[in-house]
């Protein structure tokens, strides 16, 4: 396009690529995950966990399911969340729980983010409620289309310019589709998030529940604009148990780290969020 419109590019293209390729053998190998403080690992965490209590009612051989979207929230699938099963296409979520529903006797929870709900999450939820379909659909509102780089939705309030706009609002959107669970919840708030979840699995008919918490990214963003300080949590090597690893193997925020046998967290990637204390055995 740059080419045939005769016109100069924002950035240097060439250089960045020389740069990425300079850069990318220093870096140490991992598999991508989630930021520290995505509100992602908390709502998945508490969707995992309200899925496999109702799931045991259902009879000891049975799994919850999550049809998972596009977006972020899709690195889920990656151990130690292992919360997606099936990505296939934007709204495809919602779309492979309303099938599995009229087949499957389980916990079916389907999640994707609010920007793609907006874009192709509100004709299947139409289709649930019409045909009667008993699921459950999560949205990770974090008003934000953050992976591929902060483009505004419906629902950040602001147009492609900058200008501000009439925000929707994902609940208004489940409401008028004619859910009738529809509950916001702030997934930082682990138990709270999880009871809610399992009150929306075990709802008889689709259910919707907005787990709302800017994206970190965002959040820290706004801090620095306000001259806020980050203060990150650290674990108290007197209570802590160094055989646990609960934080690690229950949420795997990369800010938590093994060094010479101990469990820390790196305070430069601490964001503070606080959910690895919740879940913490020791109280460390
Ligand atoms: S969950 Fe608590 S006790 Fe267990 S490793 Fe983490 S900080 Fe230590
Ligand atoms: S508070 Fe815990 S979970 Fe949150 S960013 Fe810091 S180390 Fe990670």
């Not at 690195?75 to 969340?81: D, I, K």
């Not at 780089?149 to 994902?170: L, N």
């Not at 589709?177 to 008889?204: M, N, Q, S, Y």
Request: proline share 8%; aromatic share 6%.
């Amino acid at each position: 396009i740059i080419r045939l419109t005769n016109t100069k590019p924002p950035v240097n293209f060439n250089k960045l690529d020389r740069l990425s390729e300079e850069t990318a053998p220093l870096l140490p190998w991992r598999p991508p995950t989630l930021c520290p403080g995505c509100a992602h690992r908390a709502s998945l965490y508490a969707i995992k966990a309200a899925s496999q209590r109702v799931a045991r009612d259902y009879g000891k051989h049975t799994e919850p399911i999550y049809p998972g979207d596009i977006g972020c929230y899709t690195l889920g699938y990656l151990p130690p969340l292992e919360a997606v099963d099936t990505t296939i296409c934007m709204g495809a979520s919602i779309g492979i729980a309303n099938g599995l529903a009229h087949v499957v006797k389980a916990p079916i929870v389907a999640h994707l983010g609010d920007s793609t709900f907006f874009h192709a999450g509100i004709p299947p939820l139409i289709n649930a409620v019409y045909n009667k379909a008993n699921i459950t659909v999560a949205i990770l509102d974090n008003s934000a289309t953050a992976m591929t780089g902060f483009q505004p939705h419906p629902g950040t309030g602001y147009v492609a310019t900058g200008e501000e706009t009439t925000p929707v609002k994902a609940e208004d959107i489940a409401k008028a589709c004619g859910v009738k669970f529809v509950e916001v919840i702030d997934p930082f708030d682990l138990k709270k998030a999880t009871d809610t979840v399992e009150r929306a699995i075990r709802f008889d008919g689709p259910s919707v529940i907005v787990f709302r918490r800017l994206c970190a990214i965002m959040e820290q963003r706004e801090k620095r604009k306000r001259g806020e300080k980050t203060v990150p949590y650290y674990i108290d090597q007197d209570k802590c148990n160094v055989k646990c690893d609960a934080c690690i193997k229950l949420l795997g925020c990369p800010a938590i780290i093994k060094e010479n046998g101990k469990t820390i967290i790196d305070s430069s990637l601490c964001t503070g969020c606080g959910i690895c204390a919740q879940v913490c055995p020791y109280n460390a």
